[in-house]
């Protein structure tokens, strides 16, 4: 038996997807712990490209089980069509798709509100994607949000939604000016989600603890990366949840005794989308080159990501913050045409020298970065599945990066595909 838990070891974006893709086919269920429908996941098969947005990687395999746990936010509109996109496609969606009773819905005020508290802010915006995550994640902790079991009993769903509604008519209309919600179009509206819906809503935790009892085979996929972790992230520059590996036992109900491993990803440079600091952003002409050749977009926003080299000051924190047992390093092919690449080994602070990530949004936004040059290697890594045949300066790259964090790298990604991987360790 295996619980292995992939997080995002930076600001997200790390290529989480196409490594759950591959752990996929060892597994019995795969499990979303946090997140909403802001973050994508892009697999590629056989040329194929799937974007996913709330339903786990694992779905493109037959014969696996897949969750979406109480520690989602869930847009229903937007779940059932994800679901119809793929049964277009041909992939199979029906009894293998679990969703949460306890997990929250992504109300339509919910983007109302996100979209005004942004145009507020100005030019001090988060850079949100206006799609209703953090005031649907603000409601859950303020106890007014609207769960998913509600849609199952509409005499309740009614009477949360009035109570909802008064407050934040109100809100929305003398506030960010905007028109007010009204109670039976969205009543309506979100009891015909439920009838698409019912068939789909359980008990996760009790499905993935059974699983896990029987000595099942089960991955846990986050979205986005520590670096937006809401209490360990670049606050207030993160997202609302936490998608670090301790997400993953509140977000699906799985005690931390019956997690096995925990496998950072790590994109062999770092990118981040939106504001906030970013010590190791290239601003020149080789951040436009990482980005076209990376194609650094947003799946979700087609946003162009921040490109820059890789810090092992953000890299340090998410080791040991995860509690990381093993590295998927991603997206090296895309450093084959850098003639010197650098890595981040410090910080400068108004001359002293920080080793350590700094919990502090204003000193971090003046760090900067202390390199150490490396040499590249001037060769395509494109498709290779075998370690020895990286080209040398590619692999003391690895080594320096192994040395550097204390934890191996167990598999590296070198192209889109599936196949285009090399695995030094499983992971089941």
């Known amino acids: 038996m295996s619980s ?9 974006d790390e290529g989480k997807g196409k490594i759950v893709d591959f752990l996929s086919e060892k597994a019995d269920a795969v499990a979303r712990y946090q997140g909403g429908h802001n973050a994508g996941h892009t697999v590629v098969i056989n040329d194929e490209k799937f974007i996913l947005h709330l339903i786990p990687s694992g779905i493109l395999y037959k014969g696996k089980i897949c969750l979406i746990g109480n520690g989602v936010v869930v847009d229903p509109a937007a779940l059932i069509e994800e679901i119809n996109g793929l049964r277009k496609r041909g992939v199979e969606v029906g009894k293998n ?12 005020y919910h983007m109302a509100i996100e979209k005004g508290k942004e145009r507020l802010r100005g030019i001090k915006m988060l850079g949100t994607t206006g799609r209703g995550i953090g005031p649907a994640y603000a409601d859950k902790t303020a106890r007014t949000g609207i769960r998913v079991a ?13 109570a909802n509604l008064f407050d934040i ?5 003398n506030l960010y000016k905007v028109s007010p919600f009204n109670i039976e179009d969205i009543y309506n509206e979100y009891m015909g989600y439920a009838e698409k819906l019912s068939g789909y809503i359980g008990d996760t935790d009790i499905i993935i603890n059974k699983m896990i009892s029987e000595n099942k085979n089960v991955l846990f996929e986050g979205a986005q990366g520590t670096l937006l972790d809401i209490d360990h992230g670049t606050y207030p520059y993160v997202t609302s949840s936490n998608p670090i590996a301790g997400g993953a036992c509140t977000g699906l109900g799985v005690g931390p005794t019956k997690i096995s491993k ?10 981040r989308v939106g504001s906030g600091p970013f010590p190791t952003e290239i601003t020149d002409s080789l951040g436009d080159k990482l980005r076209e050749r990376g194609g650094e977009y947003g799946a979700t926003t087609g946003r162009p990501r921040r490109c820059g080299w890789l810090d092992m000051v953000i890299l340090r924190h998410s080791a040991r913050i995860n509690g990381l047992t093993g590295i998927a390093l991603t997206k090296l092919d895309i450093l084959d045409a850098i003639d010197v690449i650098k890595i981040c080994t410090s910080y400068k602070y108004k001359g002293k020298t920080l080793e350590e990530f700094p919990k502090e949004i204003n000193i971090l936004e003046e760090c900067e970065p202390v390199y150490e040059e490396v040499n590249g290697w001037s060769t395509s890594t494109i498709g290779i599945k075998d370690f020895k045949r990286l080209p040398k300066a590619a692999k003391a790259y690895i080594k320096k990066i192994e040395k550097m964090l204390g934890v191996k790298v167990q598999i590296i990604s070198t192209g889109q595909r599936r196949d285009e991987l090399i695995q030094l360790k499983g992971q089941f």
């Open 169 to 173: 008519n109100f809100l929305l209309e």
């Open 97 to 108: 798709l679990f969703l949460s009773k306890n997990a929250h819905l992504i109300m339509p």
């Open 262 to 271: 925990v496998l950072g990803v790590v994109k062999a440079y770092t990118t």
């Open 4 to 12: 292995v838990i992939i997080v995002g070891s930076q600001w997200g």
């Open 150 to 162: 509600d849609l199952l009993q509409p005499q309740v769903f009614r009477e949360n939604l009035k």
